[in-house]
């Protein structure tokens, strides 16, 4: 098996693929990059199948060390493997993270309020719901789009007037609602319990970077995040950015 110097492993949002990986700024051509299609797993296994992924990436590297990176609520998946693989994770990155919801008042403030109220009041409902986003999905993917980004800014609303990232967009929506939507499920239902006690476990360097209009993840979320983490924690607050637009203005670790 081929040995990296450096190694990156991604977990991305919900909705979301692995695709969601190429709005990053580019990495050092010599690092090796995966990017976890969490909903791949079965439905009771997404932290069991990322931590299999994970220990795969670690041991392709010189030093058996890996960056984590960990997007929306993908920053869930990243938070628990750095708990659980803590001598493994060189450092995790969390972009635009959505925090537990036990940690403070955030769900009134969450473009996804009505999808999280459901993922934990009316699984049924929210089943009924993402059959239908699928539906929309392969018939009226514009509409889909609109409904979703609805409450976003203009810097979010911008990026959908670009077609790399309206295949993004593609990619994640059809990964989430039409090809896995039960595990796409399983992970809302798994973010809306009580997880915080995984902050504490948490004991290698982490960068935040949030936007400060972020209004899927409400910038609050990375600073509840920063506090609660033992280990040392670096917070960057990007003025006008929003819950997209700061993947593209992150800085990744160098080779």
């Not at 949002?13 to 969601?20: E, I, L, V």
């Not at 050092?28 to 069991?48: G, N, S």
């Not at 999905?137 to 609303?157: C, E, I, Y």
């Not at 506090?227 to 992150?250: C, M, N, Q, R």
Request: net charge positive; glycine share 4%; aromatic share 8%.
């Amino acid at each position: 098996m081929s040995q990296f110097s450096n190694a990156v492993f991604f977990c991305h949002g919900a909705p979301g693929s692995p695709q969601d990986a190429t709005l990053l700024p580019p990495l050092p051509p010599e690092t090796l990059r995966v990017a976890h299609d969490i909903f791949a797993a079965a439905p009771h296994a997404l932290l069991a199948d990322a931590q299999k992924a994970f220990d795969t990436t670690a041991a392709q590297t010189s030093d058996g060390q890996v960056t984590l990176i960990g997007f929306s609520l993908g920053a869930m998946l990243a938070l628990q493997l750095a708990a659980t693989r803590a001598p493994q994770v060189k450092s995790l990155i969390l972009i635009s993270p959505a925090a537990p919801l036990s940690l403070g008042n955030f769900l009134p403030h969450m473009a996804g309020k009505p999808v999280f109220e459901l993922a934990k009041n009316n699984p049924k409902l929210l089943k009924s719901l993402t059959k239908l986003q699928c539906l929309l999905t392969k018939f009226a993917p514009k509409l889909l789009r609109n409904q979703l980004f609805h409450k976003s800014g203009s810097q979010d609303r911008t990026l959908l007037t670009n077609p790399a990232f309206r295949a993004t967009l593609a990619a994640g929506f059809k990964n989430s609602f039409c090809t896995h939507p039960a595990s796409y499920i399983a992970m809302l239902q798994s973010y809306v319990t009580d997880w915080s006690a995984d902050l504490a476990k948490v004991t290698c360097p982490v960068t935040i970077w949030h936007g400060e209009n972020d209004r899927s993840a409400p910038s609050a979320m990375a600073q509840v995040i920063s506090a609660a983490l033992p280990g040392p924690a670096t917070l960057h607050l990007i003025p006008d950015a929003e819950h997209y637009s700061t993947l593209a203005k992150v800085t990744l670790p160098p080779s």
